[in-house]
Each structure stands twice: as structure tokens, then as C-alpha cells.
């Protein structure tokens, strides 16, 4: 139980271009979904927190007019990377919270983005 | 008060030994302690958590260790294999929020 998925697990774009991620829970309502970027060798970043319905909360620094989220059902959120940029390339996580009290956030599979 | 340290920042250990990894935390509010794996190119996986209402919890080989006076936890990894090389993460979070803190991760190479 308590996957999460991650489409696609690869995308390489062009400057400019937007790319959109999809965080799904596969087996469980995801109150909250969470969004991090790894780069290479470090930790994780937060970058926002969503719950369904809402409009998502940002970390200080994280540009939310360039990386949109939408959490529009329990099991559903989307990462847009809006005109990336080659300093956008990072490993991007989503994680999703079932809520009721639940603490564990599970963590999909991630995806590379790969901005030319 | 929100930072999460960990060390050490890489180990190595031999097939069959034990893995210990160290984390400390300020923030007393923080109620929720797991530990995520992660290998190269794939997400964080749950490991094990624990609350610190206990001192203890061992699943398997794993086990952690918590400290609540000193604001510290640790996990051990015993007989450890060379599938167990990954990179480890702790974390924290307080039971009512939402937000976990991670620390910065710990390397772990088990030698064949």
C-alpha cells in the first residue's frame, strides 16, 4: 500500500518551454501533497505543500508564479515549470500525505528535468 | 530551531557490521522521527519512524534509537549488506503540521 507515482521519470525541454509533472496516489486519498527538488548529493527541498482544493503554500524563495501546482482531486497533483530555464534541471519529488492524523509522507519515484 | 543535523555525511562499512547514523534536533515541538532510504535516481523510501513516547523501535535490521533529553536519535543498521548502500535521510515534524525537516543525508557504501 501507500504508492505514489510520478509521470514522467524523464523530461528533457528547451529553454522556454513549460514541462508539468503529475504526483498521483495510487492507493490512498492524499489530503496533502508535498513538492521537493533534490540537486545531486543533497537533501531535500520543500518547495510548496498542497492540500486539495486550495491554493498551494510556498517556501520562501520558491517562485510561485514559475512553479505552478495544482492539487484538483485526493489523488492528483501537478508541478508546472513554467519558461524553464537551464537552472531549472533538477530532480523533482513529489510526496503525499494521507491526512486523519497521518504523519508519513510517501515519496514517488521522482522525476529528472533536463532544460537545453 | 527548525534544523535537523545529521552525521556522519558519508560511512563506510563492511558486510556484515553496523551502520550507525546520528541526528540531533532543537526544536522540542517536533513529535514524529522517521528515517527515509534513498538510492540514486528513485524517490525517498520509509524506512522506519518513530514517536517519542518510546526509546526504542527495531524493524528487523533496523533499528532506532531515541534519545529524548538529549534531543537526539540515531539508526543502526545491523549485519549490514551491500543492498543497504544508499543514501539516508532523518527527518522530523511536529503531529499537528505538516512539514518535515530532513537532514542533509548520510552516504552509506557497504563493502562485499
Known amino acids: 500500500g501507500a504508492v505514489v507515482s510520478q509521470h514522467p521519470s524523464r523530461v528533457i525541454c528547451k529553454s522556454g518551454t513549460s514541462v508539468k509533472i503529475e504526483c498521483r496516489s495510487l492507493d490512498f486519498q492524499a489530503t496533502t501533497m508535498f513538492w521537493y527538488r533534490q540537486f545531486p548529493k543533497q537533501s531535500l527541498m520543500l518547495m510548496a505543500t498542497?492540500?486539495?482544493?486550495?491554493?498551494?503554500?510556498?517556501e520562501q524563495g520558491v517562485e510561485k508564479d514559475k512553479f505552478l501546482i495544482n492539487h484538483a482531486s485526493l489523488t492528483l497533483s501537478t508541478l508546472t515549470v513554467t519558461s524553464a530555464h537551464p537552472e531549472d534541471s533538477s530532480f523533482y519529488i513529489c510526496?503525499?500525505?494521507?491526512?486523519?492524523?497521518?504523519?508519513?509522507?510517501?515519496f514517488g519515484p521522482g522525476t529528472r528535468l533536463t532544460v537545453l | 530551531q527548525q534544523q535537523v543535523k545529521q552525521s556522519p555525511q558519508s560511512l563506510i562499512v563492511q558486510k556484515g557490521g553496523i551502520s550507525i547514523i546520528n541526528c540531533a534536533y532543537e526544536n522540542t515541538a517536533f513529535d514524529y522521527f522517521p528515517w527515509y532510504q534513498q538510492f540514486p535516481g528513485k524517490g525517498p523510501a520509509l524506512l522506519i519512524a518513530i514517536r517519542p513516547d518510546v526509546s526504542e523501535k527495531k524493524e528487523g535490521r533496523f533499528t532506532i534509537s531515541f534519545n529524548k533529553s538529549a534531543k537526539q536519535f540515531s539508526l543502526h543498521i545491523m549485519d549490514s549488506q551491500p543492498g543497504d548502500s544508499a543514501t539516508y535521510f532523518c527527518?522530523?515534524?511536529?503531529?499537528?503540521?505538516?512539514?518535515?525537516?530532513f537532514g542533509p543525508g548520510t552516504r552509506l557504501s557497504v563493502l562485499p
Open positions: 498542497s492540500n486539495e482544493g486550495s491554493k498551494a503554500t510556498y
Open positions: 527527518a522530523a515534524s511536529i503531529r499537528s503540521g505538516q512539514n518535515f525537516v
Open positions: 510526496s503525499a500525505q494521507s491526512g486523519g492524523g497521518a504523519d508519513t509522507q510517501y
